[in-house]
C-alpha cells in the first residue's frame, strides 16, 4: 500500500541566477540523462539550489531579529508553510525577484510497524500547487536522478531506457516509472540508499 507524506517547502533560485554556472556542458554529461536540459529540478538543494541557503539571504537574516529566520537548519526542508511566505519580507528592493516556491511530497510503501525516517509531516500542500514532476532521492535528499554521477559505459544504456520517460524538467513523469528508477537506483549506487520517490509542486507566495 503507498503512502504519501507532505515533507515541506522551499525557495529555490531562479534559473538565471545560477544554472549556467553550475550545470556547465561536462555536468550535464555526467549527470543528466536528458542532455538537453539546461536547468534540471530537483528536491536536491545541490542540483536545484535553495534561496534560504544563498549569500543574499544569510545578509538579510542576520539583520532582522525575527527568531523564525535565525540558524535555520538549511540542510531540510521547511515543514512551515507560514515561514516561507514570511521570507518575503526579506526583500524589500525594488523589482527584487524572490525566487521559485516549491512544495515536496515523499511517497512510499506502507509496511507493518514501519514509518518512513524523513521527519515529520509538514503543513499540507497549498491550493493551486502545480505539479512538476517525481524525483528520486535519498531522506538526505541527494538525487540519485541528477546527482549520482553515470559511468561513460552506462550512459547510453540508462539515457536509451530513461531520457525518453523525463519530462522538461528533468523529473520522471510518473509514480510507476519513478518506483522504477527507485529500485534501479537502490542496486546502481549502494553506498546511498536507500532512495525515495518524492514528488514536487511549484506554489505561489
Not at 23 to 43: F, G
Not at 94 to 119: F, W
Not at 137 to 158: D, F, K, M, Q, V
Request: glycine content about 6%; charged content about 25%; aromatic content about 10%.
Amino acid at each position: 500500500m503507498m503512502e504519501t507524506l507532505s515533507l515541506g517547502f522551499d525557495l529555490r533560485l531562479r534559473a538565471e541566477d545560477y544554472a549556467k554556472e553550475v550545470w556547465s556542458r561536462e555536468h550535464r554529461n555526467s549527470y543528466l540523462l536528458r542532455k538537453d536540459l539546461d536547468w534540471p529540478l530537483s528536491v536536491d538543494r545541490t542540483v536545484w539550489p535553495s534561496f534560504l541557503q544563498s549569500h543574499y539571504f544569510d545578509a538579510k537574516a542576520r539583520r532582522i531579529s525575527n527568531p523564525r529566520f535565525v540558524n535555520q537548519d538549511t540542510s531540510a526542508l521547511e515543514n512551515d508553510f507560514g515561514m516561507i511566505r514570511d521570507v518575503k519580507s526579506l526583500v524589500r528592493l525594488p523589482g527584487a525577484k524572490l525566487g521559485v516556491g516549491i512544495a515536496a511530497q515523499v511517497i512510499y510503501r506502507k509496511r507493518k510497524g514501519m514509518e518512513p525516517l524523513l521527519g515529520v509531516e509538514a503543513d499540507a500542500i497549498p491550493p493551486g500547487a502545480v505539479a512538476l514532476g517525481f524525483d528520486v532521492a535519498t531522506a538526505t535528499p541527494i538525487s540519485g536522478l541528477s546527482n549520482c554521477g553515470y559511468s561513460p559505459a552506462e550512459l547510453p544504456r540508462l539515457r536509451s531506457a530513461w531520457g525518453g520517460r523525463l519530462n522538461k524538467h528533468g523529473l520522471l513523469e510518473s509514480l510507476d516509472d519513478a518506483m522504477q528508477f527507485r529500485e534501479m537506483t537502490n542496486r546502481r549506487v549502494p553506498e546511498h540508499a536507500p532512495f525515495h520517490v518524492y514528488k514536487l509542486f511549484r506554489i505561489t507566495l
